[in-house]
């Protein structure tokens, strides 16, 4: 079974940081990209940022130059530090792999609980 626990979500003001963790459980034949997607209130799931394998980032263009995504591949995690932290980054952040378990013939999406981050003006 496969799950992708987060952790590091909070309240914090404007101009703060926070820093986001997620790890994967289970046996991988390979973990492509990771990635990190929030939700706000009222709002459609957006990505904020992937990691491939690699190293290779993308950033949604909101936070680019405050946040940074980085991969543990040893030890299947994922996180991304936030700094400079507006309101308008207030949602639940969900943790994201697609991913092969071994034994498996394809890969799949996985996703975490959620997480949430709460920026206060």
């Known amino acids: 079974q496969v799950q992708l626990v987060e952790s590091g979500g909070g309240l914090v003001q404007a101009g703060g940081s926070l820093r986001l963790s997620c790890a994967a459980s289970?046996?991988?034949?390979?973990?492509?990209?990771m990635g990190w997607y929030r939700r706000a209130p009222g709002k459609q799931r957006e990505l904020v940022a992937t990691?491939?394998?690699?190293?290779?980032?993308n950033y949604l263009d909101s936070v680019k130059g405050r946040f940074t995504i980085s991969r543990d591949n040893a030890k299947n995690t994922v996180a991304l530090q936030m700094n400079s932290l507006k309101p308008e980054d207030t949602a639940v952040y969900y943790c994201?792999?697609?991913?092969?378990?071994?034994?498996?013939?394809?890969?799949?999406?996985?996703w975490g609980q959620g997480t949430q981050v709460t920026v206060s003006s």
């Open positions: 289970g046996t991988f034949s390979s973990i492509n990209n």
């Open positions: 990691i491939s394998f690699g190293g290779s980032t």
């Open positions: 994201y792999m697609y991913a092969r378990r071994t034994g498996d013939r394809v890969g799949f999406d996985y």
